[in-house]
């Protein structure tokens, strides 16, 4: 059963069962192809003892994704073993993950494919990244609102960028239709008959849990209470329920979106995908109306709690999560926001079982330098 706050449908959703629920692993593979990326390292998980005063509790580290691969966001993991599996199986090589190395002793200098994305930002210079340590030329749709600094960002790692003055959710649907033939759409959300790829997005972020895993064990902490995950399509909140519904930690997921583009707690709270209309936020990753139809039941059994905050909470905790070290932009921000709404109000905290002594992960997605917006 899931039980919900009647005075506030559109800002909070809890599942008491959820954290009871399992699946399978998302698997090694996608840990052993970033190992052998160039410049692989894992990112910094950060002990913050005064976040972790002011939500009452024992520990609160950050997983600072602000240097990622040489990007400046979380997104590369997903985009670069996502191109990987896609490429392989065009090359010959199904259900494989070849190296960059690999694939570009494949592709040659005369390969006609190149890649496409719909993007907020973060996710598009990723595909774009990767494209050019293959040599291809890429594709990236953003809507209007993304940040100048962004849409630079794309430009400079080689893209053609093309900006539609139409919501995010639109422009998927331009980039779907655009794109075909020697054109390869790498896209973080799904629809029917677009399931591999989503998935193989998915399968990428493992690598940030299984650092998480490592890093609390080296750390001699072997218990893990609240993992806090943003949300935009779901995927990378699928990805987080993945890995913790399917290892010996089982913390409570609490994923969290904009006020302003509340697809996963309108859905939840009906039942069903139901698309929102989106508003501007400075969370412009996640400014997603509709929610990944493959993350979608995984969200709807296995996320305990997810909750909107507004963009001033969002700049608040980024500002406070850089002046205690971690460098965020306001979707990294969000995290904190988004623990601070519920563990500072006791109906909420009470809804997820959260103690005084418990371990809060906080996954902060975003440096300032993937989206300065408000800061």
Known sequence: MTSTTPDAPAAWYANPSARAWRTAPLGAATREFHHSLPGYAPTPLTSVPEAAAALDVAM????????????????????????????????????????????????????????????????GRAVAHVAKLLGLPATIYVPAEVSQAAMDAIRAEGATLIELSVPYDDVVEHAKNATGGDAVLIQDTSWRGYEDIPQWVVDGYDTMFAEIDEQLRTAGIERLDLVVAPSGVGSFAQAVIAHYRSTEHTPSVLSVEPDTASSVTTSLHAGRITPVKTADTVMTGLNCGTVSELAWPILQAGLDASVTVADSQALSA??????????????????????????????????????????????STEGRAANPKGL
């Open 60 to 123: 609160v580290f950050v997983k600072d994704e602000s240097q990622r691969l040489g990007l400046p966001a979380f997104k590369i993991l997903g985009a670069s073993y996502a191109i990987s599996r896609a490429l392989s199986a065009r090359l010959g090589a199904p259900g494989a993950a070849l190296t960059l190395d690999e694939l570009r002793d494949r592709l040659g200098a005369d390969s006609s494919l190149s890649l496409a994305a719909a993007t907020d930002g973060n996710h």
């Open 318 to 363: 980024a500002r406070d999560l850089r002046a205690y070290g971690v460098d965020s932009g306001p979707c990294g921000g969000a995290t904190l926001a988004g623990a601070r709404a519920v563990l500072n109000d006791p109906d909420r905290r009470a809804a997820l079982g959260i103690p005084g002594d418990a371990v809060v992960v906080l996954l």
